[in-house]
T-cell receptor, first 110, second 112 residues
Framework: SQTIHQWPATLVQPVGSPLSLECTVEGTSNPNLYWYRQAAGRGLQLLFYSVGIGQISSEVPQNLSASRPQDRQFILSSKKLLLSDSGFYLC?????????FGPGTRLTVT | SQKIEQNSEALNIQEGKTATLTCNYTNYSPAYLQWYRQDPGRGPVFLLLIRENEKEKRKERLKVTFDTTLKQSLFHITASQPADSATYLCAPLYSSASKIIFGSGTRLSIRP
């Protein structure tokens, strides 16, 4: 069966520091991969999606970037975090028009 | 641009009653419309998918309808239980796109 891993589960980072969140998927090949952010009490905001290695589509211009170095690995990065980057970051993969989400990373920028 | 609107306010329902949640979209009709459940601190969990040529879909106590004329999907939970309390998200999918964009969700509370 397919599983999706995200780490770390929680993260507290100072403003201006770099960020790297990793997501890996097991049990499937060539999945569509997604990064979402959810601010407290708000809906899901699609940040990036990828249909293949090295193929990244950005939905919202900001100081975040994404990379897909391997088929089942999706990385979210920032060179300098802002306070507004705080939130719940979710990685997801899709098959047959259904999305499956990872456990999420709670990021607090202080 | 495409907009997805869900009941912005929380819905409070007495246990045993039917809860009905609304999802409205503008402009283009999606090829599919999905419903997800999200519990606090967790990622959304897929519940049901309905295609544009289907008027109704059922799964246990859940029922989803899709009206392309009204540009609306309704999500029903019959015989509601306190364990059904969660935020429910709708997500239209357009056949030409690979991305799924979610509505802001409706928080449902079922009181005993």
């Amino acid at each position: 069966s397919q599983t999706i891993h995200q780490w770390p589960a929680t993260l507290v980072q100072p403003v201006g520091s770099p960020l790297s969140l990793e997501c890996t998927v097991e049990g499937t090949s060539n999945p569509n991969l997604y990064w979402y952010r959810q601010a407290a009490g708000r809906g899901l905001q699609l940040l990036f999606y990828s249909v293949g290695i090295g193929q990244i589509s950005s939905e919202v211009p900001q100081n975040l970037s994404a990379s897909r170095p391997q088929d089942r690995q999706f990385i979210l990065s920032s060179k300098k975090l802002l306070l507004s980057d705080s939130g719940f970051y979710l990685c997801a993969w899709s098959v047959a028009d259904e999305q499956y989400f990872g456990p999420g990373t709670r990021l607090t920028v202080t | 641009s495409q907009k997805i609107e869900q009941n912005s306010e929380a819905l409070n329902i007495q246990e045993g009653k039917t809860a009905t949640l609304t999802c409205n979209y503008t402009n283009y009709s999606p090829a599919y419309l999905q419903w997800y459940r999200q519990d606090p601190g967790r990622g959304p969990v897929f519940l049901l998918l309905i295609r544009e040529n289907e008027k109704e879909k059922r799964k246990e106590r859940l029922k989803v309808t899709f009206d392309t004329t009204l540009k609306q999907s309704l999500f029903h939970i019959t015989a509601s239980q306190p364990a059904d309390s969660a935020t429910y998200l709708c997500a239209p999918l357009y056949s030409s796109a690979s991305k799924i964009i979610f509505g802001s969700g409706t928080r449902l509370s079922i009181r005993p």
